[in-house]
């Protein structure tokens, strides 16, 4: 299997795509061999994603990642899954799924976290699961579906990428790092947290048990090799399951003192470390710490990322086709900076739709310009993903003690130049952009090593993401003083757990 391909599935917000991977003579090569559309839908006044539509662009993408490796058996080495986190699917007795799952940004969690905080108050939550308080949280979820004859039926809970895992092999386990993002493990003993199931009335037994990077997860199912014309056995490896585990895993940083920003639909901005922080302070600022591979954690803050942009592409568009965001791009470069700020680390962002007006709204709500045109907006977003990054990057550092000289921007947002540039110049130092498939290294890494075509522990692993692509490297221009004057124009709207 050494000399095989490794297929990594990744699934995100905006899109879905299967890479393979193969390591020869110490250079890793990726492919994409599949990219398909991950659009979420109203049902029944319910946001859901089409959970069955993303299978069947996994199933596809193995077809396609067979035509490429060759269907002969070993040429496909194994399959490693990730995605998004907190999203689940219900299994009943039979292990047939209970509706569709719900998408995060699906307004039935409102209420739900000052409701949990009735039985178990926001400190002891923080110092039990070290996880910010976002309404999308698993827990919070979880708690909006208390009282539904769909969880009272449930014998098992699956996060999304278990949820493939176990269609495609027929095993149901949790991988460690996609547990993580639920708000019911425990980052310490790195269990399920019988306390804050206790706190949801969750009965244990729903939670499949736990399993690392690197171990095994099973075995494509005979259906699922009719059905991609692949040759058996084909391995599934579990590997940073949650995507942005996966991504952090594929930063390529070349020692200790960096920061990375994982900036897709949302921006992942925070450190690496040895151990969670779970200080009143760190509760406060609103930290998360998610686990990471090789017994690492997370420490980061989620920011409302490319979304903004997203929808207001979304709203934009016209009958006549999509709008451009190169262009959109090109525009947004040309106008005067730091204009207007909003706070891109609020939850307000969360919801979809009319996101130009909300946006033009939080300007007027703190009397600054309201933008005139998309050039305008796209120009605001910008400007205030880059001062966002800024301040969850200095926090992160301030917080976990750990020194930062570094910040590597790795996602679909490496691509965007002007973003990387102003996260630079916000910072205060140099930027470091790609790969853009970040989390797609890191799945395709943890499986090759686990195959024993690469070895070493993650230094080792992120030097052959260093040594097998071209690298962006952005220096900070302007000083920081009118960055400053940008952040205590937002300051104390999302920083602050709103619970404190
Ligand atoms: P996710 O994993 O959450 O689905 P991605 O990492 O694929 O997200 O990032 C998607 C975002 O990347 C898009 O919303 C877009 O803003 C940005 N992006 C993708 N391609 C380009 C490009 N060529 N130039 C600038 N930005 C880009
Ligand atoms: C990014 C991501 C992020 C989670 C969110 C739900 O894709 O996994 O880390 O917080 O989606």
């Known amino acids: 299997p050494a000399g095989g391909a490794f297929a990594a599935v990744d699934l995100g917000a905006s899109s879905g795509r299967v890479i393979l991977g193969r390591t020869t003579d110490g250079v890793l090569t990726l492919e994409e061999v599949h990219r398909f559309e991950n659009r979420p839908v109203h049902v029944a006044g319910t946001l859901h994603w089409d959970i069955l539509g993303l299978y069947r662009g996994v199933l596809d993408g193995l077809r396609a990642a067979g035509a490429a490796a060759g269907t002969e058996p070993g040429a496909l080495a194994s399959v490693g ?3 998004w986190g907190v999203d689940y699917g219900l299994l009943d007795a039979d292990g047939a799924l209970l509706g569709n799952p719900v998408h995060y940004r699906d307004d039935r969690t409102l209420g739900m976290a000052e409701e949990i905080e009735k039985a178990l108050p926001a400190r002891e939550l923080y110092a039990l699961t070290g996880l910010q308080r976002l309404p999308i949280n698993t827990l919070y979820q979880l708690a909006a579906a208390r009282g539904s004859s769909q969880l009272a039926a449930a014998r098992r809970i699956l996060l999304v990428p278990d949820l493939i895992s176990y269609w495609l092999t027929g095993r149901a386990g949790t991988e ?10 425990d980052p310490r003993t790195r269990t399920w947290s019988a306390p804050v199931a206790g706190a949801v009335g969750l009965d244990p037994a729903l939670f499949a048990p736990l399993r690392s990077p690197g171990e095994a997860a099973g075995e494509l199912l005979p259906g699922v090799l009719e059905e991609t014309g692949l040759a058996g056995p084909v391995p599934v490896t579990a590997v940073g399951a949650h995507d942005t585990a996966s991504a952090v895993v594929g930063v390529p940083a ?3 003192r960096f920061a990375y920003i994982s900036t897709g639909t949302w921006s992942l901005a925070g450190v690496e470390l040895e151990a969670p922080v779970l200080t009143e302070e760190s509760r406060r600022a609103n930290f998360t710490n998610e686990l990471g591979v090789d017994g690492t954690v997370r ?6 990322g490319l979304w903004l942009l997203q929808e207001c592409l979304r709203d934009w568009e016209t009958g006549s086709g999509p709008y451009e965001l190169d262009a ?3 525009g947004a470069a040309r106008m005067p900076g730091l204009r207007s700020v909003v706070d891109a680390s609020s939850p307000a962002f969360l919801a979809p739709g009319g996101m130009p007006a909300r946006l033009a709204e939080a300007c007027r709500a703190t009397g600054q310009p309201v933008p005139r045109d998309p050039a305008e907006t796209t120009r605001c977003v910008l400007d205030s993903l880059a001062l966002a990054h800024r301040e969850t ?7 976990s003690g750990r020194e930062v000289e570094t910040v590597h921007m790795v996602g679909g947002g490496a691509r965007n130049a002007l973003l990387c540039q102003l996260t630079a110049d916000a910072c205060g130092l ?15 890494l943890v499986q090759a ?19 097998s692509l071209r690298l962006r490297q952005y220096a900070p221009r302007g000083d920081q003083a009118s960055w400053a004057l940008a952040a205590a124009r937002v300051r104390g709207h999302g920083k602050e757990a709103p619970c404190a």
């Open 81 to 83: 899954i990730d995605s």
């Open 449 to 467: 090593r686990t195959a024993g075509a690469v070895s070493g522990g993650l230094p080792s692993l992120r030097r052959l993401v260093r040594d």
């Open 254 to 256: 070349a020692d200790e």
């Open 299 to 304: 420490y980061l803050r989620n920011i409302m």
């Open 328 to 330: 959109l791009l090109e």
């Open 176 to 185: 460690i790092t996609i547990a993580s993002t639920t708000q019911l493990l």
């Open 393 to 399: 990057v200095t926090e992160a550092a301030r917080l």
């Open 430 to 444: 140099p930027v470091v952009a790609g790969p853009v498939e970040a989390a797609a290294y890191g799945n395709v």
